[in-house]
């Protein structure tokens, strides 16, 4: 992973110092809260509805065991004992006070975190496939160009004030779990017929009030010409995004309007200008800088099977569902990926208490190189566990409550935090994944279900990703009264696609019937072996439609 | 954001959030900032309800709140209570959490 040098913590130190400041010229009079409202912002600080809510920037997902551990501790003696793990990997503290924050963004920066440009019109966090060094069939570990790109995009002076957010998102596999066509750049890493590592760039996905699926701006980007390329896309959209309406201010609506060509040969002769001059060619000794901090840990040479992860299956039939939804072959013989789900029955997606994440950060510790992941669907991983040591792991898991074995399923959900927390929700989400989850709490219905993702977004932002939930449900608000739309057919992966909304919205007493109905209209009309989205794919809206509204 | 005042609201109270820590907070009819919707007092007709926002918003009230506003509450036999979704979760705290915010609060009292 990835560790500070000097330059690393000075930054960070600085920047929190100067923050405090700031606080302490804001509860002091000496600062207007327009004044202040930008400066907290850029240091990840918002306001809503109950108090402050500070998120914390998880680069490209991957943590340490301390870090974890850090997390673990700010939840305690900052918060309410909990933290909100998000769909941009990173983790959101619901209770902090404001004069508390520089101390607290002090204690993380121990850590080598922060909560930079986790806000505000800059360069969001990178985010990147939590699978990352530990699956098979990569062209190289996607956290390395990750990390290149966070280097570039930190405080780059030109793009502090952009039109709008940017958010940047990398996979370097055939199955993108990255979402990467949803995001303003989605970067594939790819190796082309020389042999040669370059990169696939798309430009202009998002969700939000008016979604679109990315465009491929450039089939294979030399390695070290990337960031020359990203700056020629940025420059393009910082001079011609619109900054008159911040409805469509996003990238997205640029490429859209100006059409793919346009953009795609604005962006060529803006690249040839920057390559050009040299200035951003990334010497080839800072890319082996880098990668070394990602190297493979060093995995222990080991049989492909392992009898004592065989027979715990055959001893445990609760260990064997878990290994069935949960655990994911590694790259490595004789090692596993262990998915961790946030998403408990009943529970709250992607809350973990302390002690939760204390657990979690001993297990890395112990038996996965001291790694963590945190997922855009909003669970956490163990990249490198042992076979032999699977079984431990999920025990200690299952003792906290963090073993449920459901990824991928029904109510393995995304919800944002909705009316219950946010300021901009017109509608509650996270009761309805609740309710969904309790709906459809059997796993055996759930496994015969089969992989269906269930997206809910408690207002038009879709910071819950519900245009592209398979099934995805919208709140809206209705003069006070909350009401929920649905819609069918999207996906956020490699096949991204934006879901087609049903018809008229449901009550809140309706809604959780109405998904009901929509499962089982698929149930009953399934060809073998089809998952939800294939049905959908090949049915249409049609048969849905007309179970639900007739 | 949600709309926080219906058009034609008859009752209406100004509310906020504290400065220190983002605590939800209402304007009293002695002219301060309490955390008890209970206690935060109610303008009767429009006029009323800018007279009370006035109130709310001296020179300096940047100084103990943020962005205060008017909005909507209803008679509840002798009481009031928040119109909408929002105000009343505002006032209670999360309905996912029910051991947190003020109706955690009021239960432990």
Known sequence: ????????????????????????????????????????????????????????????????????????????????????????????????????????????????????????????????????????????????????????????PEFTYLPRKFKIAVTAHKNDRAAIKLHDIGIVVKQNDAGEIGYEVHVGGGQGRTPFVAKKMND???????????????????????????????????????????????????????????????????????????????????????????????????????????????????????????????????????????VIADLAERFSHDEVRVTHEQNLVLPHVKLDDVKTVYDALAAHDLATANLGLISDQIACPGLDYCNLANARSIPLAQEISERFSDLDRQYDIGELKIKISGCINACGHHHVGHIGILGVDKKGTEFYQISLGGAADENAAIGQITGRAFTEEDIVDAIETVVTTYTDLRADGERFIDTYNRLGMAPFKERLYD | MAQHAAKGARFQAVTANRLSDGEVVYFSADNRWVERFTEADVADGTEAAEALLARAMPDDFEAHVLEPYLFEVLEDGRFYKPASVRETIRAAGPTVRLDLGKQAEAKAE
């Open chain 1, 1 to 156: 992973m990835y560790r500070y040098d000097e330059f690393d913590h000075k930054l960070v130190a600085d920047r929190v110092n100067q923050f405090r400041g700031q606080v302490e010229r804001r509860v002091s009079g000496a600062l207007s809260e327009d004044q202040f409202k930008p400066l907290r912002l850029m240091n990840g600080v918002y306001l809503q509805l109950h108090a402050y809510m500070l998120r914390v920037a998880i680069p490209y997902g991957t943590l340490r065991s301390e870090q974890m551990q850090m997390l673990a501790h700010i939840a305690r003696k900052y918060d309410r004992g909990y933290g909100h793990f998000t769909t941009r990997q990173n983790i959101q503290y619901n209770w902090p006070a404001l004069d508390k924050i520089p101390d607290l963004l002090d204690e993380l920066a121990c850590v080598e975190m922060h909560a930079i440009q986790t806000s505000g019109n800059c360069i969001r966090n990178v985010t990147s496939d939590q699978y990352a060094g530990a699956i098979e069939g990569e062209a190289e570990d996607p956290r390395i160009v990750s990390e290149i790109i966070r280097q570039w995009s930190t405080f780059h």
């Open chain 1, 220 to 358: 294979f980007v030399p390695k070290a010409k990337l960031l020359a390329y990203l700056e020629a896309v940025m420059r393009v959209y910082n001079m011609l995004g619109r900054r008159d309406n911040s409805y469509k201010a996003r990238i997205k609506i640029l490429v859209h309007e100006t059409g793919e060509e346009e953009m795609r040969r604005m962006v060529e002769e803006e690249f040839a200008k920057i390559d050009a001059s040299e200035m951003l060619t990334v010497p080839q000794t800072e890319i082996d800088r880098i990668s070394a901090y990602f190297a493979p840990p060093a995995f222990e040479t080991l049989p492909a099977d392992s009898q004592a992860f065989t027979q715990a299956q055959a001893d445990d039939a609760d260990f064997a569902r878990f290994v069935r939804a949960n655990v994911v072959a590694h790259k490595q013989d004789g090692y596993a990926i262990v998915n961790i789900s946030l998403k408990p029955i009943g529970g709250v997606p992607g809350d973990a208490t302390d002690a939760q994440m204390d």
